[in-house]
């Protein structure tokens, strides 16, 4: 039976974006994906409020994040963690070679702009990688003082994470300055996986010039190069997601970018109070996320046996993350999931657990 996806990724698919991935096939040096690029990548500069160059790239999110690393950082990397996908991305740096500090603290906390100040202070760090939306834990990390505090470090690269942000709350990249912006768009885009995107900044580009073996795939300036010079990838892109990332964009501009944002943050309002009422609240309360929530299992309900009544009732949620998978459960409200959606599964789980 077909299942409403309440998971934080992939999400659920709307019909009409599955449609646009059946549009017949276009050849990717062709003028027509070169006017399908443009247009996308146009779009997504007005969601990220950015003239920023956009790259698209033919991978999940974590290729970007590999690519991120590879090409932004010359000297040392600050990684900052606060759960399993920012844990992931010091993981990923030390995995290229490059020489990495994290600063880390428990799950369900956040990063803040203090902790982020004392340790670029050192003077050792060319680049920071921080997660937004810590998906395992539903907590959003400061993005918006941090980025303030890395403004003071001019030799410094932000790199963000926004793979479970980005489209479903409002991440103004120009104004914070931000190098490299991530995101796949399984999440909040709500379209099938296999395509990611991020915004990319002169300064990333200038060190990514001064960083010996990139690679090839990931390689910024290669990426850089098909862009400026024709419009394209360097490789054939995902050309079907591309079909559906333009549709899905489209309906994201018409429907206002302030309507999105707002939808969010009254579907996790909602989430977060039915939380509060039947369970708990994991994570700390003033950096709870807009499009996850990470509820704590006070119950101690069999989150197994709850997923496998929902999918007969046709929905599925996800349990916690890592060490946590016991002691929590999660449910995703983003993408184009509507508060009527969110109504309708608590509705159901308090059915199903006799709440
Ligand atoms: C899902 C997720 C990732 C990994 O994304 P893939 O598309 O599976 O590579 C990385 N970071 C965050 C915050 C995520 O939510």
Known sequence: MYKKLFIPGPTHVRDEILEAMATPMIGHRSKEYVALQAEVITKVQRLLYTEKRIFLSTSSSTGLMEGAVRNCVAKKCLNTVCGAFSKRWH??????????????????????????????????????????????????????????VVKKYPDVCLLVDAVSSMAGAKIEVDKLSIDVCLA??????????????????????????????????????????????????????????????????????????????????????????????????????????????????TRSISVADLNAELGKRGAMISNGYGSLKETCFRIAHMGDLTLADLEWLTGQIEDILGL
């Open 184 to 297: 796949g768009v399984q999440k909040c885009f709500a379209l099938p996986p296999g395509l990611a995107v991020a915004s990319v900044s002169q300064k990333a580009l200038d060190r990514a010039a001064q960083v010996e073996n990139r690679g090839y795939y990931f390689d910024f300036l290669v990426l850089q190069k098909y862009l400026d010079e024709r419009g394209q990838t360097p490789a054939t892109p995902a050309i079907s997601q591309i079909f559906a990332l333009n549709k899905q964009m489209d309906d994201i501009l018409a429907g206002g970018l302030e309507n999105r944002w707002q939808r969010h943050k009254e579907m996790a309002a909602f989430v977060q109070g039915w939380a509060r009422q039947h369970f708990g609240l994991y994570s700390d309360e003033q950096y709870l996320s807009p499009t996850v929530t990470n509820i704590h299992n």
């Open 91 to 148: 993981q990923i740096t030390l995995a290229n070679g490059k020489p990495a500090d994290k600063i880390e603290v428990p799950m369900g906390q956040a990063i803040t702009a203090e902790m982020v100040d004392e340790a670029l202070s050192s003077g050792e760090y060319d680049a920071i990688t921080v997660v937004h939306n810590e998906t395992s834990t539903g907590v959003l990390n400061p993005l918006y003082e941090i980025a303030e």
